[in-house]
């Protein structure tokens, strides 16, 4: 006869911290650029993207407007968010992230800060997923960029042109 012995009340609470701590530890795996302009695959930053709250990669797209649009001068972006939430600038949550709109600049080095008080820099930070904005007329190539909650760029990011004009009409000299 084997007798079966019932784990203590110690053991139980040792695997249930272990399984608790490797679920709450961040991972990182491979992030990607997707949507309307240009899409390449690259990595996460190292400061706090991984797999966020689900299995999902990181990924931020832009939804409106659409690659190619023709937009008035004053014209909304809209953007979701794919297996990260977005959140307010001030406080770094793993999984949590806001947006920046850079106007006719590169994107940002992930790990380098996205100069937020810069001309051609438009943060969203309030955790919104639309933002309004106003160019002059003419082309202008939109990088949707996340970042922390410390404005840290990550390579979570999409990219958009778009040509402005009044009232949605082409201007004359393009």
Not at 79 to 107: K, Q, T
Not at 139 to 158: E, S
Request: hydrophobic share 40%.
């Amino acid at each position: 006869m084997t007798v079966r012995r019932r784990p203590g009340r110690r053991a139980v609470l040792l695997a249930a911290l272990v399984a608790i701590g490797s679920a709450c530890s961040p991972t990182t795996g491979p992030a990607e650029e997707v949507g309307g302009g240009g899409a390449e695959a690259t990595s996460p930053s190292p400061t706090w993207v991984g797999q966020a709250r689900s299995h999902e990669v990181p990924k931020v797209r832009v939804l409106q407007p659409a690659d190619g649009s023709i937009v008035d001068e004053t014209f909304r972006v809209h953007v979701v968010f794919e297996g990260i939430l977005p959140a307010a600038a001030g406080r770094v949550r793993h999984g949590e992230g806001h947006w920046n709109i850079l106007v006719d600049r590169p994107c940002v080095s992930a790990g380098d800060r996205i100069p937020v008080d810069e001309a051609g820099v438009e943060p969203v930070s309030n955790g919104a997923l639309v933002s309004e904005l106003s160019l002059e007329p003419g082309v202008h190539k939109l990088c949707v960029q996340v970042a922390d909650g410390y404005h840290i760029a990550t390579n979570i990011r999409d990219f958009v042109t778009v040509t402005v004009g009044q009232d949605g009409m082409v201007p004359p000299e393009l």
